[in-house]
């Protein structure tokens, strides 16, 4: 199993593998994957790439970004397009790549906090891979249209240390800047 960290604009030979991947999982349901914006969300600035066998299996992408949080400023890396293939779900790959998007946040993105917004039923595997449930008032521009969008507290936004522990987090809504991750 291999483990990289990609720029976007080094994405190139990934691509084919990637939207295997994404289209063997959303094609019937959201559509053909659009690195660009995919499915409508935020694009990547960064790609966990995950490879069993020369084949891509795993994914996960960051984006570097300034966010609104009360009245702070909080670079954050946005994480999206978590997904691992089913055949390799259960065998510790989504682990491996969770951890290297942690080192990825800190290192590379030099973000103070990696952020995300999930489904509830992946929340407890998110926890056992170290992250931390939190709940916010967040302000995001629509996957649809770009207009913007108001979530009350309660879906699942998920934080883990980057270059600052989660108890830093600071209080107050969220102000995403943009399409949500």
């Known amino acids: 199993m291999q483990v990289v960290v990609v720029e976007h604009g080094a994405l190139l030979p990934w691509l084919g593998g990637l939207?295997?991947?994404?289209?063997?999982?959303?094609?019937?349901e959201h559509g053909a994957w659009d690195p660009e914006q995919p499915y409508g969300y935020a694009p990547a600035d960064l790609h966990v790439v995950g490879s069993l066998d020369r084949r891509v299996v795993?994914?996960?992408?960051?984006?570097?970004?300034?966010?609104?949080?009360?009245?702070?400023?909080?670079?954050?890396?946005?994480?999206?397009?978590?997904l691992?293939?089913?055949?390799?779900?259960?065998?510790?790959?989504?682990?491996?790549?969770?951890?290297e998007t942690a080192r990825a946040a800190r290192e590379v993105a030099a973000?103070?906090?990696?952020?995300?917004?999930?489904?509830?039923?992946?929340?407890?595997?998110?926890?056992?891979?170290g992250?931390?449930?939190?709940?916010v008032?967040?302000?995001?521009?629509?996957?649809?249209d770009g207009a913007p969008?108001?979530?009350?507290?309660?879906?699942?936004?998920l934080l883990h240390p980057a270059g600052r522990p989660v108890a830093d987090w600071?209080?107050?809504?969220?102000?995403?800047r943009g399409r949500p991750w």
């Open 111 to 129: 973000a103070d906090f990696a952020y995300l917004g999930c489904r509830e039923e992946v929340v407890p595997f998110y926890r056992s891979c």
């Open 170 to 176: 600071p209080d107050g809504d969220v102000d995403l």
């Open 58 to 82: 795993a994914h996960v992408g960051l984006q570097r970004r300034t966010i609104g949080v009360g009245d702070v400023d909080v670079v954050v890396a946005g994480v999206g397009g978590v």
């Open 137 to 144: 008032r967040e302000r995001s521009l629509s996957t649809v």
């Open 84 to 99: 691992v293939a089913h055949a390799a779900r259960g065998s510790g790959l989504g682990r491996t790549v969770l951890r």
């Open 131 to 135: 992250w931390t449930r939190t709940r």
């Open 19 to 28: 939207r295997r991947l994404f289209d063997a999982e959303y094609l019937a």
């Open 149 to 157: 969008v108001v979530q009350e507290p309660g879906p699942p936004v």
